[in-house]
């Protein structure tokens, strides 16, 4: 058996694609009270995930991280720095990183269907996410767990219209360029 692997600095140039897509879409914002606004960012995060897989997607969501813990204004709203990981939105931060790899291994280097991409943007990109950053929210705020759980059902139209987009977008660039994900894979030689 060999490997079919990608050399490296192609691996490097679909990482910063994906980090650059994660901070594009945070332009896309709508600010809610609380602290926590909706973002166009969980898109991109799902996104990476299908079509990075659970490898190269949290190397992407380390690197719009890295650029924020510098300062540079690359999440919602044009924020940065260090105190982001230290305010209410630092557990969907997180949430990033583990929804990611979930989402990666849900759709796994299996045939790519719009169920099976649909079922790993949910869990991993709105179930995943939100089991960090609710009980953050709520340290960082001082809310009991319940209610800002309660309070975070506002996100989840928004985060459910982001899921099928995602399901659709991937599975749509799948049929049209189904090198994108490629993965390391083992053949028979």
């Keep these: 058996m060999t490997t079919n692997a990608r050399p490296w600095g192609a691996d490097a140039a679909r990482i910063a694609v994906f980090a650059a897509l994660i901070i594009a879409l945070g332009l896309v914002i709508v600010p809610l009270p609380g602290g926590v606004p909706i973002t166009g960012q969980t ?22 991280l890295a650029l924020a813990a510098a300062g540079l204004p690359v999440l919602a709203g044009g924020r940065g720095g260090l105190g ?9 931060l997180l949430g990033w990183l583990a929804g990611v790899v979930v989402i990666g291994l849900i759709l796994g280097t299996r045939r790519i269907t719009w169920w099976r991409a649909g079922v790993a943007a949910m869990v991993g990109g709105i179930g995943v996410v939100y089991l960090f950053g609710i009980p953050v929210q709520a340290l960082v705020t001082g809310v009991p767990l319940a209610p ?10 928004g985060d459910l219209i982001k899921a099928v987009a995602a399901t659709v977008l991937c599975v749509a660039l799948q049929r049209a360029y189904p090198r994108a994900f490629a993965r390391t894979a083992l053949r028979v030689a």
């Design 148 to 157: 800002t759980a309660l309070s975070s059902l506002v996100f989840l139209p």
């Design 84 to 92: 982001v990981f230290v305010g209410p939105s630092a557990g969907y």
């Design 43 to 64: 898109l991109g995060v799902m996104l990476a995930g299908l079509i990075l897989g659970p490898r190269l997607a949290p190397l992407a969501v380390l690197a719009v």
